[in-house]
């Protein structure tokens, strides 16, 4: 079995080649990554694999940054990269990359995952206090990663070149307050 990974990813957005959705992606290995607090793991062509993000959810009429998980269009992207028979010949078809983040200070990639779980569902119950309006170039998707991985302890020098990814990523080096995710 391979090594586990954690990523942070960005894929094409749906309908849309002109940006790009940010997210994490946690593929199963070794050692074995036991703490998924419930999130549950995808299975396909042998591989376990679980994706985490935020999104632009409409509710009480404004368009508010949430937390999700396994999203279908993430979930497929990633399902693309381990069968590229399924790629879509279509302008705007999920195409997936994927940058490699380390657990920082010497975190085990288990205490990494749970890490990046627990203050992923800090950011919900907080979010649920106190909405955070979702906007196209300040607090998104790629500035939730950004944000999450730091909460985490990822050092600033390894999320800036990890954010990076082809077309336009708006928000990759934004910060959303550190309380949500407290």
């Not at 954690?6 to 957005?13: F, N, T």
């Not at 299975?43 to 994706?51: L, N, Q, R």
């Not at 404004?62 to 693309?80: I, P």
């Not at 749970?114 to 907080?126: R, W």
Request: aromatic residues 12%.
């Amino acid at each position: 079995m391979a090594a586990s990974k954690i990523y942070w990813c960005a894929r094409d957005l749906a309908g849309s080649p002109w940006g790009n959705h940010h997210f994490i992606l946690v593929v199963q290995g070794e050692p074995k990554i036991t703490s998924t607090m419930g999130v549950t793991w995808q299975k396909y062509a042998g591989t376990e694999f679980m994706t985490i993000a935020a999104f632009a959810i409409k509710k009480g009429g404004t368009n508010r940054l949430m937390l999700g998980y396994n999203e279908k269009s993430d979930v497929h992207a990633v399902k693309e990269v381990l069968n590229p028979a399924i790629t879509k010949k279509q302008w705007s078809d999920f195409d997936l990359e994927r940058h490699a983040v380390a657990p920082p200070n010497g975190k085990t990639k288990d205490a990494f995952v749970k890490d990046i779980i627990v203050k992923a569902e800090l950011f919900k119950k907080n979010e649920a206090k106190k909405n955070l309006p979702y906007s196209l170039i300040d607090e998104n998707c790629a500035a939730w990663v950004n944000s999450l991985f730091k909460a985490c302890g990822v050092p600033k020098t390894t999320r800036i070149k990890a954010g990076e990814f082809s077309g336009f990523d708006w928000g990759e080096e934004d910060e959303i307050p550190a309380s949500y995710f407290k």
